[in-house]
């Protein structure tokens, strides 16, 4: 294993209870950044139900992809049950959500970079790159949810 998956292994199994995120379609979450990120009044948003469950899918199935990478095992196979499994739960969120405007504002920043690192998954180049965009979207997630 080299260092770098290493890192990334020990960043992901210290975030807990992943939550949340909202996007209404790809389009919508083109030209967000980091600084519309925002803390509901000092506090991390309270994630709901639907958020809390489906980010957590993501992870745990991510945190498993990532051993098989960090073992040499991860195949293209894995990579598109990932893909498939990480659509499934954000169609799910942005079909559901119901997350006040600020709060819906701030983890549509976490959408983006989720959407991206999963259109990453159909690039055979750009597969064991794409769990850094996962990585960030769930070090922002932690930053900003509970």
């Not at 990579?79 to 990480?86: A, G, R, T």
């Not at 997350?99 to 750009?126: I, Q, R």
Request: proline residues 1%; contains cysteine; charged residues 25%.
């Amino acid at each position: 294993m080299n260092l770098k998956n290493m890192f990334l292994l020990v960043l992901l199994l210290n975030i807990t209870a992943c939550t949340h995120h909202h996007g209404h379609e790809n389009a919508h979450s083109a030209s967000h950044s980091d600084s519309h990120m925002t803390l509901d009044n000092g506090q991390k948003w309270k994630a709901d139900e639907v958020l809390r469950r489906n980010m957590n899918v993501i992870h745990e199935d991510l945190h498993a992809l990532m051993k098989k990478e960090a073992t040499n095992k991860a195949y293209a196979v894995d990579y598109e049950q990932f893909q498939k499994k990480v659509q499934k739960a954000t169609e799910e969120i942005i079909s559901k959500c119901q997350l006040p405007p600020k709060m819906d504002e701030t983890y549509h920043v976490v959408l983006e970079e989720l959407l991206s690192a999963n259109e990453n998954l159909t690039d055979a180049k750009k597969q064991k790159d794409a769990t850094d965009g996962f990585v960030k979207a769930f070090h922002l997630y932690q930053q900003y949810f509970d």
